[in-house]
Structure formats: C-alpha cells, structure tokens
C-alpha cells in the first residue's frame, strides 16, 4: 500500500508532533535527488491565528533575510515554503529543541 505524503516543495511531511492556533509541527525530511535528506522541523501555519495571505506574499522576503543571516544561536537550514497557498518554515531537525 503507497502512504502519499504532503509535499512542500522539496520538503516531505513525515509525522504530525502537534497543531495549535498557529497551525501544525510536523517532522520532515528534504528530498535530495530523489531520496529523503536531511530531517527538518516543518511548521505549517495553516492555523485560525494566522493571517495566511500575508504570510505567503512574505515568504520571498524571509528567504532573503534568512540568507544574510549566520548566527549561532538561530536554527540552521532555514525553510520557507508554500503548498497550494499554505505557507511553512522550518530548519533542521535537533532533537528536543522542536520549532514551536
């Protein structure tokens, strides 16, 4: 039996840790080459308490501002992606720091 996952760009939705106001945390895995990378915190703000039009025509400016920015202290591997109008960030996966 094929399990279909939901897709954001080149990121793959794995397994659903938990939905609020915001919307869902998922754990994630970018797609390299065909095949699952490196894990991810996805965060889909698809939640009531956002304001997700403007999310999404922001999402090109946050790449930008996530590019410049090389901090220690910030998640790495920065995601910002939209599916079918849903928009969603993420980083990498670190074991019990989720992006919450």
Do not use: K
Not at 16 to 21: A, L, R, S
Not at 61 to 84: Q, Y
């Amino acid at each position: 039996m094929v399990e279909i996952h939901r897709r954001f760009d080149d990121v793959i939705v794995l397994r659903e840790i938990f939905d609020d106001d915001l919307g869902h945390l998922y754990r994630a895995a970018a797609i390299d080459d065909g095949s699952l990378g490196r894990e991810l915190w996805l965060r889909v703000l698809d939640g009531s308490g956002v304001p997700t039009r403007s999310v999404v025509g922001a999402i090109d400016r946050a790449r930008e501002i996530a590019d410049t920015l090389h901090d220690p202290p910030l998640p790495p591997g920065s995601v910002f992606a939209v599916d079918d109008g849903v928009p969603a960030i993420g980083c990498d996966y670190t074991a019990g720091q989720p992006l919450n």
